[in-house]
């Protein structure tokens, strides 16, 4: 009999892996997860206190991946792979960070099995994180109501799998639709050439129709279809999450932290903050390194105010390296300025009203939709 493929899940420190955990142990138990959590030696307590309470959570170990270098020369694996690149920081453009401390021990960890990796991107997001190229390793989205990647997703859609995905409708024995199901398949995507953002829509116009019609239908006919392929779900021999069709979204996330023991990962908690006589609420958007160069200024002000330590540690780093800012051209030193720090605030609680009046507060979600592979550190 052929191997069952291994499951695993990444716990980034944010709230949205956490609750995938959550959610799957509760809902799912006859899957068995190996949890693992990518560790930088460079998050915030906080994270570490999740990582804590969420294992108990789920009554299994959360194991802590280390790069291997650091972990054999027992040292900080940000700082051992910062001494390798001689002192160059990272940055959105030069991201070694991720590469060597999130993605390369993730791999290692998985080896060479077949696996699938559970991935924490919500229902209300559009994004797909990083996916690992290696073929052995494949993503399950399963807070999305489309549980497949892009690429799956591309696959069985392709125009030379119609009759086969006619088929697999067929087989599943559906009373009524199935004319419906027909016309919608049967219809070519005709992709072009190098159109990517014609071919993408495309995609997902043809994909939302069929999900229209049945999510858990859908499911079954992609699950036929990789029979046979070296998928690792193709070596499943049933599937649970191809009946689910429960779509998760932020405020699903929250409840279900918050009605579990684990809780909200505490640098979410919002804080007050005062500037010319108004009162605005910050909080850390995110998991991932206190330095992170994805965060936004208020969030380095929030560091400052309420990690004072480490927004010392973070302005160490950049005096090291001549010209080397971790935010967008600002030295940290000249952002803790008091009236720098007023301005920053003044700002945010500007945007922070006009987002409110149009009914989105969440600018954080969005800033880390932006970001395209960040599911490695923020999910
Ligand atoms: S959290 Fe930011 S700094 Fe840390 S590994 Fe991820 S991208 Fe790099």
Redesign the pocket.
């Known amino acids: 009999m052929t191997k069952p493929p291994k499951h695993v899940l990444g716990i980034s420190g944010g709230k949205d892996s956490a609750a995938l955990a959550i959610y799957l142990r509760d809902k799912y138990p006859q899957l068995d997860i190996l949890y693992y959590f990518c560790d930088?030696g460079k998050e915030l307590d906080e994270t570490y206190k999740l990582v804590e309470s969420l294992q108990s959570y789920l009554g299994k170990p959360i194991k802590k991946l280390k790069a291997k270098a650091a972990k054999d020369l027992d040292k900080n694996p940000f700082d051992y792979y910062y001494e390798v690149y001689r002192g160059y920081l990272?940055n959105n453009i030069a991201?070694w960070?991720?590469k060597t401390?999130?993605i390369q021990p993730f791999e290692d960890f998985v080896g060479e099995e077949k696996t699938i990796s559970y991935v924490g991107i919500r229902g209300d997001e559009d994004r797909e994180g990083y996916i690992s190229k290696k073929s052995n390793i494949q993503s399950i989205f399963p807070f999305r109501r489309n549980i497949w990647s892009e690429e799956i997703i591309r696959e069985v859609l392709a125009d030379n799998k119609r009759d086969q995905i006619q088929e697999h409708y067929q087989g599943l024995g559906l009373n009524g639709g199935l004319n419906k199901i027909s016309k919608i398949v049967s219809n070519p995507l005709d992709l072009q050439e190098r159109n990517f953002e014609g071919n993408k829509r495309k995609i997902h116009e043809k994909l939302n129709k069929l999900l229209d019609l049945g999510v858990s239908e859908f499911n079954q006919v992609v699950f036929q279809q990789l029979k046979g392929s070296g998928y690792p779900i193709a070596f499943e021999e049933d599937y649970p999450l191809l009946y689910n069709d429960e779509v998760l979204v932020r405020k699903d996330i929250f409840r279900m932290l918050e009605e579990s023991d684990v809780g909200v990962p505490e640098y979410y908690s919002k804080l007050e903050y005062e500037v010319d006589g108004e009162v605005g609420e910050y909080a850390r958007s995110r998991s991932?390194?206190y330095?992170?160069?994805?965060q936004q200024k208020i969030e380095w002000v929030w560091l400052y105010e309420q990690h004072p330590d480490l927004f010392e540690q973070a302005i160490a780093y950049e005096n090291e390296k001549e010209g080397f800012t971790w935010n967008q051209g600002e030295a940290l030193v000249d952002l803790k300025h008091p009236n720098r720090i007023a301005q920053i605030k003044r700002e945010h609680l500007e945007r922070m009203n006009r987002e409110d009046s149009i009914g989105s507060k969440y600018l954080v979600d969005k800033m880390v939709d932006a970001e395209k592979d960040c599911i490695a550190?923020f999910s």
């Open positions: 930088t990272p991201r960070c991720t401390m999130k991932g390194c330095f992170c160069f994805f550190c």
